[in-house]
């Protein structure tokens, strides 16, 4: 009975993952499918929408070029690195002492949704579908599984941050409160003695 809190909250932070792993996904594919429908190869959109232009490549690479007609390699190595992903979150506790948090739930499962959306991409087209191109700076073209995979790296740095500063907080406060206990006792220890000498005599 103890440990049913717990499991409840592993079953909450799997839903978690499940379920924006899926969303994610399908976020992706039917932007591709979009993009790939709407526009011609290497069409540009007439207009900027903010920071981003719409421009359709067909990538066979990774980013800037590199490793360029490697796409069945990339798949697979998209492919452990989806399995990785899984297996880290399955084995946290074990690994990290503690269950993954919510927003390190989140942060597996939006990095596992984005390699698997481009792995999709390079085994079943031969390539991946990139279509958002940042219009203030030079910088690869790319999609929405990829802002998965760096916004989830983003968020385990930024939660392993925070709780590393939380935990030296939590232990520079828990040396704060022995040291007032020790001074407490050091300041009874006399009175003590005083009493223990009045009865005395």
């Known amino acids: ?19 924006v792993a899926v969303l994610w996904l399908v976020l992706d594919r039917l932007t591709k499918i979009y993009f790939e429908n709407a526009y011609e190869l290497g ?3 007439v207009h900027d929408y903010l920071v981003v232009r719409f421009r359709l490549i067909h990538n066979t690479g990774a980013a800037w070029g590199i490793f360029s007609d490697s796409t069945f390699a990339l798949g697979c190595l998209s492919l452990v ?13 074990k690994a990290m002492g503690r269950p993954a948090t919510l927003v390190e739930t989140l942060a597996l499962s939006l990095v596992f949704s ?22 203030f700076m030079d910088f690869p073209v790319f999609n929405v599984a990829d802002i998965g995979v760096t916004c989830g790296f983003a968020l385990l740095v930024i ?16 040396a704060d409160g022995a040291e007032d206990a020790d001074t407490v006792e050091v300041a009874d220890a006399p009175e003590t003695s005083d009493a223990s000498e009045g009865d005395q005599a």
């Open 114 to 135: 984005g390699g698997l959306g481009n792995c999709i991409d390079r085994f079943m087209q031969g390539y991946v579908i990139d279509f958002l191109d940042f219009t």
């Open 1 to 19: 009975m103890a440990q049913k809190p717990q499991h409840n909250g592993s079953l909450k932070h799997g839903g978690v993952f499940a379920g």
């Open 43 to 45: 069409q540009t959109s």
């Open 159 to 174: 939660a392993y941050l925070v709780l590393e500063r939380n935990s030296g907080a939590a232990e520079a406060e828990s």
């Open 81 to 93: 690195v989806c399995a990785l992903v899984v297996a880290a979150w399955l084995m946290w506790d």
